[in-house]
């Protein structure tokens, strides 16, 4: 325990002198039924006993005024939930009825996660951040509602939505030690994490804050652009970052073959299964919100939001102890020792 104000203790000084003088017999003091002379018994104790009672809650209180606090101690505010990136896929096909479709079902999902932080993602011909994770239930909304098909791109860039994804969960944390150009290239090749994604993924888990991390992509087409989505899927499961996607059915020519196309979907079941996500695969829009809601009872865990290290207060309890003497003061002095 520390005392913010201990020069408040300076004025127990002169009632400790006062405690002197009292013994030595030199002052009359405040009048009592105390320096009534008898017996000296258990009640002559009693009758003195107030005075005692009188200089230890002054005692109490000139410790409460100098404000005691205890050590610095961490305090980690915890909620139930995740933290959650929604990537849209808002290539042509994603026109009308659909993209309306797709934002109510994700604003619903949204207002179920009270508790998480949700940010959102889009992606096309290429890709990009609309909002940063966040708790700002509006915002995500707002968000939504500007989200327009084809504004990025007639395509879609399945990796490049993915890979901006990541990029969302790490920004707060890494966003001053990393190249996203560099990055980039280190985790397109054919094999495995290049060394600049591999150093990247050991300073996130040095920060220690990669828990809870979950991606949701929903996508109605198969990648035709951009960079396969099993390489930042290789780059997902290195950070321990699960993905879900959602996929529908192309509602229009997607420029890749049948063969091609089963085999693209495979990787790409086989890459998000990897990361200890689903693959849901849906015929219409009602099966979309069925597996909305089948993640929003998959993902239930616990986020640290924040750590505070602070001190903790501590003049309640001086100042109770203080006030407690004092009415066992006047009750023996006005009560106690009226009876015979």
């Known amino acids: 325990m520390k005392l913010e104000d201990p020069i408040f203790l300076l004025a127990l000084i002169p009632f400790v002198f006062l405690i002197f003088l009292r013994k030595e017999k030199k002052y009359l003091g405040y ?51 995740r933290e959650i990136i929604l990537s849209i896929d ?9 993209m309306r479709t797709v ?39 707002k968000s939504l509602e500007r989200i327009k098909p084809h504004q990025i791109g007639y395509r879609t860039a399945i990796g490049e939505g993915i890979f901006t994804s990541i990029l969302a969960l790490v920004e707060k944390d890494m966003g001053n030690e990393f190249e996203i150009n560099s990055l980039r290239k280190s985790i397109n090749k054919m094999r495995g994490l290049g060394k600049y994604a591999l150093n990247f993924a050991k300073k996130v888990e040095k920060k220690g804050s990669m828990k809870n991390k979950v991606i949701i992509l929903f996508t109605d087409g198969i990648y035709n652009v951009g960079i396969n989505p099993i390489r930042p899927l290789r780059l997902a499961k290195r950070l321990r970052i699960k993905v879900h996607v959602v996929a529908v059915p192309a509602s229009g020519e997607t420029g890749v073959e049948h063969e091609q196309a089963a085999e693209r979907i495979a990787s790409l079941r086989k890459g998000v299964e990897s990361t200890g996500g689903k693959y849901f695969a849906a015929e219409n829009y009602e099966e979309v919100e069925q597996f909305y809601e089948e993640i929003n009872k998959l993902e239930k865990d616990k986020i640290v939001a924040e750590k505070i290290v602070k001190k903790k207060d501590l003049f309640f309890f001086p100042t109770v102890i203080s006030i407690g003497f004092l009415l066992g003061m006047v009750l023996m002095e006005n009560i106690w020792l009226k009876f015979p």
């Open 31 to 81: 009048s009592s039924v105390s320096h009534l002379k008898g017996t000296k018994s258990f009640k002559t104790f009693i009758r003195r006993l107030p005075k005692i009672l009188c200089f230890i809650a002054i005692f109490f209180a000139t410790l409460a005024f100098s404000k005691p606090q205890s050590d610095y101690h961490e305090t980690e505010i915890t909620f139930q939930g």
């Open 90 to 98: 808002t290539s042509f096909s994603m026109t009308g009825e659909a």
């Open 103 to 141: 934002r109510d079902i994700m604003g619903e999902f949204i207002k179920k996660r009270r508790n998480d932080l949700i940010g959102i993602t889009i992606y096309g011909t290429d890709a990009a951040l609309v909002v940063l994770p966040t708790w700002e239930t509006p915002l995500l909304e």
